[in-house]
């Protein structure tokens, strides 16, 4: 039965649109509390229990989650189908469990998906390949689940501030891009055509090895001091890129998470002591 699941997805778009913490597309949270940040998951199901279980959210009212790229990875139906968005209902559950807490950051599958289009990852399609997996478990209604996993993409924020001064997104816009990135999309109702290239969720997703001469500018604008992002792979689980930016991966028997106590100023370096290794937690 498709229904069920679909009124999850919907109740799960209205949870990331009514976030107590959610400024347009931008969430702000404030300085008390901590913040368990997440790079991208991709289907990891062990790494995603294992950032549930370390952040303990029943016991901890204050602190805060990011979960960023759910979707593309992990395990697969007998025909090669992707089954990442079983994951995706599991973390949507937690949204739902913890609106306020739980906070999702969109990335370019994400983007990929919502605008049907292609996004290869390990010689596959993943949008195709998940598209069929939902038609074999659901059938004719999958269309329906289909749908309700795209609005409940586009529902999510595009970035998170914190008031000591970090900046979290799954990316930044690369350099040849940075002029097509217009701030005011954290301003406004978000639409499919700023999810397509060359919009500005499009650019905010989908940049690489951003020059230091952008992430200073970014800085700026945003009126930060560090940002923590996905995206590009670490093989290691983590790396960092100049004196401001940290890049976290959460989708592989390396990856990490980071912790970091909302109430304290940080150094790139303080950030760096902050990373746990996610085969650490039991």
Known sequence: M??????????????????AHR?????????????VV?????????????????????????RHVVLQEIIHGGLQDAWGGCLSYQL????????????????????NHD???ITQAEVVKEGREMNRALVQALAREFGQTGTQVELAIREFLLSQPLAMRTDNRLWLSHSLPADRMADRF?????????????????GSAYVLTWGRNMS??????????????????GHQPQPEGWNRVGSNLL????????????????????????????????????
């Open 247 to 282: 890049i976290l991966a959460s989708d592989h028997n390396h990856g990490c998470l980071l912790h970091v106590d909302l109430a304290r100023q940080y150094t790139l370096d303080d950030l760096i002591s902050c990373i746990i290794p996610l085969s650490s937690i039991a």
């Open 38 to 62: 997440s790079g991208d998951i991709h289907g990891h199901r062990r790494n995603l229990e294992r950032i549930a279980a370390f952040a303990d959210l029943p016991n901890h009212p204050d």
């Open 182 to 198: 217009d701030p005011q999309v954290m301003d406004r109702p978000l639409q499919v055509s700023d999810c397509e290239k060359p």
């Open 212 to 229: 230091s001469r952008v992430l200073d500018e970014m800085s700026k604008s945003f009126d930060v001091d560090l940002f923590v992002v």
């Open 111 to 113: 983007t990929a998906f």
């Open 2 to 19: 498709s229904q069920p699941v679909v009124d999850l997805l919907q109740a799960g778009s209205q949870a990331n649109l009514a976030d």
């Open 88 to 107: 995706l209902l599991d973390a949507v559950r937690l949204k739902t469990q913890f609106p306020d807490q739980v906070h999702f950051l969109m990335g």
């Open 23 to 35: 400024r347009g597309n931008l969430v702000r949270l404030p300085s008390q509390g901590s913040l």
